[in-house]
């Protein structure tokens, strides 16, 4: 096993501008071991890279994400948040996530498909009356997750552009302070704290009024835990999916002939989204710490208890070992057991949600417009977690 004491690497390897996978990955998990790598700020980390290392470490119990609460967890920021549920383990882990999963069922989201589908084709028809050029994000894939989350937890339509501020101060890697970032969580906190209370005084048939009987009548959860859950599931709820659907578009434009076949065979949009989440590196780097509880071997490296280790998904997407033409977009791919949502207990809460939109709002879109094209430059998002176009002028 090896335990190499190397100076760590400055990490994260891609580049905010694009979606591609730095070959700095394909080196990495073609070396024995770990490769230790340094971020902005916080320790060293152990970065894994391949399918079946990432599978175990984000699988194993004895890898936490509670811990990272204790120590300097390596980020890509100065400042530092309560991560909520996702920085818990079991048991209070199980305890929260159960109050939400019924919500978030495959059986429950699929009640919401033709809402997506109406909310899609509306949007389009705007697109389409105002004419070209028109920005993707802005004007079409942003607005149905936020859409459908803000109805999901009862936020009022008007206050829905409010997000978009706190969503991107949230998931940002910028200059933003310590100070600055407390700042703005601390205004979305008592925005939902309002909420909260207004929902206690006229409850409605959603999300945050059961969350709040879980807590009010059953204590099974505390206010703190309660506003954190409700600010989690709305920024969670829609920045992955908002940044996926013109990433997802991208690609596609990239790869005239997968979209052809997918115009020519609509009914494989399923499993052309689940090749997308495979394919499309959708992190600046891998984010969210494990650390080793005891001392454990991974793929030849010896962990050391109290260790972090970084999981990149996307590297351990295009693993050879595991995926037939890693490199290669393939809409008609099956079997595949891709990690896009995580793995293990902090598995994606919200993936058939995600599911669902993407399939929607990728579907709607090239089939109302079969001449879709860009019409103009990409402007990246810059200094985020995860990276995509802010703005995607395209034309049709």
Known sequence: MTTADTAPLSYPFNVPES????????????????????????EPAWLVTRYAEARFVLGDQRFSRAEGARHDEPRQSEGRTDSGILGMDPPDHTRLRTLVAKAFTVRQV??????????????????????????????????????????????PAEDRPRFRVWSDAALSTSSLTAAEFDANMEELRAYMRQLIEEHRRAPQDDLMTALIDARDVNDRLSEVELV??????????????ATQIPNFVL????????????????????????????????????????YATEDVEVGGTLVR?????????????????????????????????HLG?????H?????????????????????????????GDVVWKSEMLVRGPRVMPVGW
């Open 347 to 375: 598995h994606c809460l919200g993936a058939p949600l995600a599911r669902l939109e993407l399939q929607e709002a990728i579907g709607a879109l090239i089939t109302r417009f079969p001449d879709l094209r860009l019409a």
């Open 110 to 155: 699929e009640k919401l498909r033709p809402q997506v589908k109406q909310l899609a084709n509306e949007l389009l028809d705007e697109l389409e009356a105002a004419g070209p050029p028109a920005d993707l994000v802005d004007r079409y894939a942003l607005p149905i997750p936020v859409a459908v989350i803000c109805r999901m937890l009862g936020v």
């Open 19 to 42: 979606l591609e996978l730095s070959e700095e990955y394909e080196q990495a998990r073609n070396r024995p071991g770990l490769l230790k790598v340094r971020m902005a700020y916080g």
């Open 341 to 345: 949502f995580g793995h293990g207990v």
């Open 305 to 337: 208890a109290g260790t972090p280790v970084l999981v990149a998904v996307g590297a351990a997407n295009r693993d050879a070992l595991r995926f037939d033409a890693p490199g290669t977009l393939d809409i008609s791919r099956t079997g595949m057991q």
């Open 228 to 241: 954190d859950l409700c600010v989690g599931i709305l920024v969670a709820g829609h920045e992955t999916t």
């Open 251 to 290: 690609a596609l434009l990239d790869h005239p002939g997968q979209l052809a076949l997918l115009r020519e065979r609509p009914e494989l949009i399923g499993g052309a989204v689940e090749e997308l989440l495979r394919f499309v590196p959708l992190g600046s780097g891998a984010s969210q710490a494990r």
